[in-house]
């Protein structure tokens, strides 16, 4: 009976040891045979955009195909929990504005997910957010948008995409002069390519979306202020705390733009961190291609490299700062 014991003992020891190495082998058999990148914004908008780019160069660089699935909805909600509920193995990555969708989804819906759910990877595209109002409308200013909201409360109309920094930098804007938002209409899309669309076609009088997505409309839309702490070569308008001071207003604390970029579950940064690295230089490396880097700026997208540690520390920081915006507050 000991010796029974004794050989089942060496037995399961030797079959443990030998697992080890199945285990580290499964570990480290990164990247998948494909892999999926989930946009939680509408097709056609700067995040797909960017998305998209990635994706055709990142599966070059990893040597496998790259998908980009498309879930829109709730101001990107719907597509955050779509991405939490996939694989946690590393074949599927969040590709879209990671802030501040992701802030706003967790603070206003009843998410079942928090920033500790994500492992931000890099902030590839940072932006700042423009009011520009159709070229053939007859308001010069953001003052004089204002006092004509003013005069004829829920006339106008101003697409926004809903969870974004240019929904809340809206509100902060009309806050500043006296008004609450029944004063406009505000319209919502769920990509910035539908709302840039619809200012240019004259669906709404004015937007409030990323300064560098809105180029590709610059000749159908007229600038009022950019939301940012100086002004842009790119746009003719004033900062947005200089056409308030300029109006006798107070200043507000101007919130910064979308951040689009790459995330992955975080239990797959810590079951696999060999894995998650891959991924990690693979974008660097990418980024680092001079050819790639002069195609997306020849489509006005941004190529920033932060890395992980820098893009969660501002999108942690700026999370702090939309709390004070949250709606039940």
């Known amino acids: 009976m000991k010796r029974r014991l004794f050989t089942a003992a060496v037995l399961s020891l030797s079959l443990a040891a030998s697992l080890q190495p199945m285990r580290a082998a499964a570990q480290d058999a990164w990247p998948p045979q494909k892999i999926n990148f989930v946009v939680a914004l509408g097709p056609g908008g700067s995040a797909d955009r960017t998305a998209r780019a990635l994706a055709q160069r990142l599966q070059q660089e990893l040597g496998v195909p790259i998908s980009v699935i498309n879930q829109e909805g709730g101001g990107g909600h719907v597509g955050h929990t779509y991405f939490t509920q996939m694989p946690t193995d590393g074949s599927y990555f969040l590709a879209t504005s990671i802030h501040p969708y992701i802030s706003n989804a967790i603070l ?165 961190p060999e894995g998650f690295q891959k991924m990690v230089e693979a974008y660097k490396t990418v980024l680092e291609d001079e050819e790639f880097v002069a195609m997306l700026e020849a489509q006005e997208i941004g190529a920033e490299w932060l890395g992980p540690e820098r893009t969660t520390e501002i999108i942690e920081s700026n999370f702090e700062v939309l709390k004070r915006y949250e709606p039940d507050q």
């Open 108 to 272: 206003r819906f009843d998410a079942d997910y928090t920033l500790a759910d994500f492992a931000f990877i890099n902030g590839q595209w940072n932006d700042y957010d423009l009011f520009a109002v159709n070229a053939d409308t007859s308001y010069q200013t953001l003052a004089d948008f204002m006092e004509a909201a003013k005069a004829n409360p829920g006339a106008l109309k101003v697409s926004v995409v809903p969870g974004s920094t240019g929904a809340i930098n809206l509100e902060l804007a009309l806050e500043a002069y006296g008004l609450d938002n029944s004063a406009v209409s505000i319209v919502t899309y769920e990509s910035g390519g539908a709302a840039r669309t619809a200012v240019a076609g004259g669906q709404v009088d004015m937007t409030v979306l990323a300064a560098d997505g809105t180029l590709s409309i610059q000749e159908y839309v007229r600038p009022l202020a950019v939301a940012a702490d100086a002004a842009d070569a790119n746009w003719d308008a004033p900062t947005l705390n200089t056409a308030l001071t300029e109006a006798g207003l107070e200043a507000v604390p101007v919130l910064p733009g979308s951040m689009r970029g790459l995330a992955a579950h975080a239990a797959f940064k810590k079951e696999n």
